[in-house]
T-cell receptor, first 109, second 116 residues
Framework: GQNIDQPTEMTATEGAIVQINCTYQ??????LFWYQQHAGEAPTFLSY??LDGLEEKGRFSSFLSRSKGYSYLLLKELQMKDSASYLC??????????WGAGTKLIIKP | IAGITQAPTSQILAAGRRMTLRCTQD?????MYWYRQDLGLGLRLIHY???????GKGEVPDGYSVSRANTDDFPLTLASAVPSQTSVYFC???????????????FGPGTRLTVL
């Protein structure tokens, strides 16, 4: 079957760095997306990885290891506005996104 | 309009009633999707459309129907609503899908539906 595993909740301090891990099992693989979702709002696109390695985009970076079925999202210089849920979504062989339940990130001052 | 709009924003519905959730995009995207999101669960795909005139079933299609008469609109209909369909419904679109390669999905603001 297809499965996504992310921590349910994480807490970090403003200005710090946090890493949100995601492990996945899918039928085929066509890349992995990370989305941010603030409470009561729609998911918004953060990053897409299809090859192994690190993709950096400003304060956010995303890493992928296809052989390990593993990805992480790294958030640097945390700001209060980064308090949100972060959704890991690999794409299977049918180009359908398989969504995890998300990691709720709480930022404390 | 810029992006994807959904209507209504929220709705309370009596069980057994028929309801259509509307979704319109102005990005000329080929593919459109309907998801539901329930507390503690990931987004679950209800139906999708790779291009105007075609639709497909997702993970949880029972009790829902869709149509794609043109590129811009992708309505979702609940023929006879039941309380288990209480959820937040998101419409999304992407420029391409399937064999054309992976493409980023962009989401509408959602419809919060309560079935009593």
């Amino acid at each position: 079957g297809q499965n996504i595993d992310q921590p349910t909740e994480m807490t970090a301090t403003e200005g710090a760095i946090v890493q949100i891990n995601c492990t996945y099992q899918t039928s085929g693989f066509n890349g992995l997306f990370w989305y941010q979702q603030h409470a009561g709002e729609a998911p918004t696109f953060l990053s897409y990885n299809v090859l192994d390695g690190l993709e950096e985009k400003g304060r956010f970076s995303s890493f992928l290891s296809r052989s390990k079925g593993y990805s992480y999202l790294l958030l640097k210089e945390l700001q209060m506005k980064d308090s949100a849920s972060y959704l890991c979504a690999p794409m299977d062989s049918n180009y359908q996104l398989i969504w995890g339940a998300g990691t709720k990130l709480i930022i404390k001052p | 309009i810029a992006g994807i709009t959904q209507a209504p924003t929220s709705q309370i519905l009596a069980a057994g009633r028929r309801m259509t959730l509307r979704c319109t995009q102005d990005m000329r995207h080929n593919a459109m999707y309907w998801y539901r999101q329930d507390l503690g669960l990931g987004l679950r795909l209800i139906h999708y459309s790779n291009t105007a005139g075609t639709t497909g079933k997702g993970e949880v299609p029972d009790g829902y129907s869709v149509s794609r008469a043109n590129t811009d609109d992708f309505p979702l209909t609940l023929a006879s609503a039941v309380p288990s369909q209480t959820s937040v419904y998101f419409c999304a679109s992407s420029a391409t899908s399937g064999g054309a390669g992976a493409d980023t999905q962009y989401f509408g603001p959602g419809t919060r539906l309560t079935v009593l």
